[in-house]
């Protein structure tokens, strides 16, 4: 069952995406040559514990850190470490918290310093292919125009999709339905309608399609070593335009500290 959003609802869920997006912005700031990813993580929740946030991540399925942060050829669910970050790497860095009993996810890969011009194009792609499926968050579409929007986006730009993880509902936990996938299945797909609420995620690899989990039984990274990027958006179908929930400005006025 897709589970529809009151008004109400709404009321508590945009501060949450607010401040899962304050705190993915501040960290992307953070990175730089020479951080290692457990300073990242570490940051994060220092952020979250500022804004009375919790991670939505730590403890889901014993999953051991506040964030994914996922390095180069690494897709998702990076675990943070004692490794350095290098001028050059790219990071996915996914946020998800919980504030006001609901949930916000949203995720996005930054180049440490610079990047190579590949790199940046695999970003941009897949950053592009999240707005591509946003557009198609509308009531009466349903979730395989979402899917198929992003697979022709990256496909057309020589990428490929991950077939293994997929974009799902969220709102007072983290995966409800419907399944968002990056790439069109033949199963049948539920129609979107207002006051419903997706997590939109490509995952997009340079090379092949094919993921592999490392033995830390969480790091998912590329079969053939290429490189992969990762985007999100929590988004809300309404009657006309969809809403992105996860931007900073959302996050309640009585949080914003004066800088
Ligand atoms: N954004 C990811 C997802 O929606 C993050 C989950 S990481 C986990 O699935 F560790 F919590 F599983
Ligand atoms: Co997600």
Redesign the pocket.
């Known amino acids: 069952m897709i589970l529809i959003k009151s008004e109400r609802d709404l009321e508590s869920m945009r501060p949450a995406c607010g401040v899962a997006a304050k705190v993915l912005e501040q960290v992307a700031a953070f990175i730089q040559p020479g951080v290692t990813t457990a300073e990242v993580d570490q940051y994060a929740a220092s952020l979250m514990k500022e804004y009375g946030a919790r991670s939505?991540?730590l403890g889901?399925?014993k999953?051991p850190?506040h964030t994914?942060i996922s390095v180069n050829e690494q897709v998702?669910?990076g675990l943070a470490g004692n490794r350095k970050l290098l001028f050059g790497d790219i990071v996915s860095v996914?946020v998800?918290v919980i504030y006001n009993g609901f949930i916000g996810?949203n995720?996005r890969t930054v180049a440490v310093g610079g990047c190579s011009p590949a790199a940046q194009s695999l970003m941009d792609v897949t950053e592009k292919a999240l707005y591509e499926g946003i557009a198609q968050a509308l009531p009466g579409k349903r979730v395989i125009d979402i899917s198929r929007a992003v697979q022709r986006f990256v496909e057309g730009h020589g990428y490929s999709v991950v077939r293994e993880?997929v974009?799902?509902g969220?709102g007072r936990t983290?995966?409800e339905e419907p399944q968002i996938p990056n790439f069109v299945d033949g199963k049948s797909s539920p129609k979107l309608r207002p006051g419903m609420t997706l997590?939109i995620?490509p995952m997009v690899n340079a090379g092949r399609a094919g993921v592999k989990i490392l033995k830390d039984s969480?790091t998912v990274v590329t079969g053939d070593g290429s490189l992969s990027a990762h985007f999100?958006h929590t988004v809300l179908v309404t009657e006309t335009e969809p809403e992105i929930m996860t931007c900073p400005e959302k996050m309640p006025s009585s949080l914003k500290v004066a800088s």
């Open positions: 939505a991540f889901y399925r999953y850190c994914c998702v669910h996914d998800g996810d995720a993880f974009g799902h969220v983290m995966h997590a995620e969480w999100e």
